[in-house]
């Protein structure tokens, strides 16, 4: 299967703007070639946990975040065509929940590299809580 040039962003809670502390909590991968976006959200609380303590957040309130970041980006998808489309996108994000600068990757498979850095960069790296 060819390789084609596609993008990739972490999603990341940030509850303090000010001090710039962040815990990853899901990745989105595009795909122009593809007409691919999509978003891997984690399903719990876990890393946030482990940055910023159980008690630092509020725990509703991000699940209702995840929940309706999902939704935009799902509603939206039509208007993702080219990088540029991705990089206006992530700069309009203003609350607690942000994207980093898209990064460039080759794809071959969109779901399964979406699977791949949800699988590397969002989880937890311990398993105990």
């Known amino acids: 299967m060819q390789a084609h040039k596609g993008y990739y962003s972490l999603i990341q809670f940030c509850p303090d703007p000010g ?3 962040v815990a990853n909590i899901g990745v ?13 959200l984690s399903k719990n609380n876990r890393r946030v946990i482990e940055v910023f303590g159980g008690k630092s957040f509020d725990a509703s309130w991000l699940n209702d975040a995840k929940k309706s970041f999902l939704t935009g980006i799902q509603s939206e998808r039509e208007r993702f065509k080219s990088l540029a ?25 969109a779901a399964s590299a979406l699977e791949a850095l949800h699988a590397e960069l969002v989880e937890p790296l311990r398993d105990d809580h």
């Open 19 to 21: 001090r710039a502390e």
């Open 85 to 109: 489309d991705l990089e206006q996108f992530v700069t309009s994000r203003g609350n607690e929940l942000i994207l980093t600068k898209p990064r460039a990757m080759r794809i071959e498979d």
């Open 28 to 40: 989105l991968v595009f795909c122009p070639d593809f007409d691919y976006l999509d978003v891997a």
